[in-house]
């Protein structure tokens, strides 16, 4: 199980120009985000996403991610499927610290919440709902995650997958986290 990931980038597909956030119905978020620069389909931009921060911080994370070589959700064909889909996460620091002073993801949704399209420089993210119930991809147990709609910032961030000598996955790291340059809430 391994995905390309970039450790830090400088492409412009990375850099959130704007994000504009639709939150006025209290059970659900839709969001729409412009990079700077035209927006991979095809995995060649290594493991990466965007994701929304509520004030449940990072306890319970909208993202929308890419990456190719790990199966982690409904909506891909296979593992070295990197269409865009979406997550719900929770992120902390994790034992012996794999990931230095980057969070870790310690839990993460295996259906695919709302909706994420992706063309040129933009990503909308929609239909988000403000709590969700499903499969933890890492574990196979239920898993309930409430961000709720009280949206703080917008990120985009990188995904760096962590193994041990057997080749065994020990944690993906979350690194390069980076806030949008401008977020307006509706």
């Known amino acids: 199980m391994a995905f390309d990931s970039l450790e830090t980038t400088n492409e412009d597909f990375f850099d959130l120009r704007e994000a504009t956030i639709d939150a006025t119905d209290s059970e659900q978020i839709s969001a729409f985000l412009k990079t700077h620069g035209h927006i991979p389909k095809d995995g060649s931009g290594g ?3 965007y994701g929304i921060l509520t004030t449940q911080q990072l306890s319970a994370i909208m993202v929308s991610t890419t990456y190719a070589g790990v199966l982690d959700s409904e909506d891909q064909r296979n593992a070295s499927d990197p269409r865009w889909h979406n ?3 929770s992120l902390a ?3 012996g610290d794999p990931c230095e002073s980057d969070p870790a993801v310690t839990s993460i949704t295996f259906q695919s919440p709302g909706e994420v399209i992706v063309n040129k ?3 909308v993210m929609s239909n988000l709902p403000a709590k969700f119930t499903g499969t933890n991809a890492l574990t196979g147990a239920p898993l ?4 709720g709609t009280n949206v703080q910032n917008v990120v985009s961030f990188v995904l760096e997958p962590i193994f041990d000598d057997e080749d065994e996955l020990v944690a993906v790291c ?3 986290i980076r806030p949008a340059d401008k977020a307006i809430k509706n």
């Open 174 to 176: 979350v690194k390069d």
């Open 87 to 89: 997550h719900y996460v």
């Open 121 to 123: 420089n933009k990503a």
């Open 93 to 95: 620091d994790i034992p």
């Open 47 to 49: 493991a990466f996403g």
């Open 144 to 147: 309930t995650l409430n961000p």
